[in-house]
């Protein structure tokens, strides 16, 4: 304990450089997100014009690849405005959710091999089997 508090206490050197504390809520950030949702929000709604809940489905498993957030707004808009019901809302959403979830297993056994892949797929069996519990309760 003492010699991690001595490591946390003592000053940068010169060859680690000073730590760059910088805004969290940039305006750089902000817009990307809002460009994202902008995007997402009309290619969700073009999808379920064109094809029916059945487009809002697919880009809940595209856009749910990468970004939750995005997906999940705008279903909410989406089922507020009385365009989607509570049945596809939840199922949009449970897509997009295991979208992201098998993504993100993909990425780490890319990343970093199988062996990792393998000792987390417990953990994202879980979640996944948490959200199909959910989509049915």
């Not at 902008?38 to 029916?52: H, S, Y």
């Not at 995005?70 to 365009?83: G, Q």
């Amino acid at each position: 304990a003492i010699v991690v508090l001595w490591t946390l206490r003592r000053t940068p050197s010169a060859e680690q450089g000073a730590l760059v504390i910088r805004n969290p809520g940039e305006m750089r950030a902000a817009l990307s997100f809002a460009g994202l949702y902008a995007v997402v929000l009309v290619g969700v709604a073009w999808m379920e014009d064109r094809v029916g809940e059945g487009g809002v489905y697919l880009a809940a498993a595209v856009s749910g690849l990468t970004d939750l957030d995005a997906i999940s707004l705008s279903a909410m808009e989406m089922f507020n405005t009385e365009r989607l019901d509570s049945t596809a809302l939840s199922l949009t959403l449970l897509i997009a959710y295991g979208a992201n979830l098998l993504f993100k297993l993909g990425l780490v056994y890319a990343v970093a091999g199988r062996p990792l892949a393998v000792g987390l797929i417990g953990g994202f069996a879980a979640a996944a089997a948490g959200l199909g519990l959910g989509w049915l309760v």
